[in-house]
């Protein structure tokens, strides 16, 4: 009888390699341009945000070629509308999977969080876009799902 430590060595050494294929990671960084305009929740004027988002994401490729994808960023946006300007603090958190070198099938789920913090009058705010999407091998769009929500915050 082979002990229990022997069996697993050997076991190992007699498994197929693909078992043993280790994931391959990266990190890829970039910068993205933002400019868009978001509706205050506390009192319903639009509000328009600029600046970049240095966005940094780590690439995995698992043995079968899928590649995961998970990215946060670090914002440097201001806002400014009729009540005045704001600084923007952006939390979002992106996974993202499809087959390395194609771009159908997809599955994405995203999460941004905008806090905007008042300078002067300007009433704090958080506005909040989650979202999900799956698009299959022939490109059709099988669930996109979007939703967006503010709350007012009151003043620092």
């Excluded at 060595?9 to 868009?36: K, N, T």
């Excluded at 994808?69 to 946006?77: C, D, E, G, Q």
């Excluded at 905007?116 to 009058?121: S, V």
């Excluded at 999407?133 to 007012?152: M, N, R, S």
């Amino acid at each position: 009888m082979i002990p229990l430590r022997a069996a697993l060595v050997i076991g190992a050494l007699l498994a197929p390699a693909s078992v043993f294929a280790q994931a391959s990671h990266r990190w890829e960084y970039s910068v993205e341009e933002i400019s868009d305009q978001v509706e205050h929740p506390c009192t319903g004027e639009l509000v328009q945000i600029a600046g970049t988002l240095t966005v940094r994401t780590r690439r995995t490729v698992d043995a079968n070629g899928v590649v995961h994808l998970a990215s946060n960023s670090v914002p440097s946006i201001r806002g400014e509308g009729p009540s005045g300007e704001y600084i923007v603090r952006e939390v979002n958190h992106v996974v993202d999977h499809f087959v390395d070198n194609e771009l159908y099938p997809e599955n994405v789920s995203f999460k941004f969080d905008f806090h905007l913090i008042g300078k002067g009058a300007a009433p704090n705010f958080l506005f909040t876009l989650n979202g999900h999407f799956i698009t299959e091998a022939d490109g059709t769009v099988k669930i996109d799902f979007q939703h967006e929500v503010g709350k007012c915050t009151g003043k620092a």
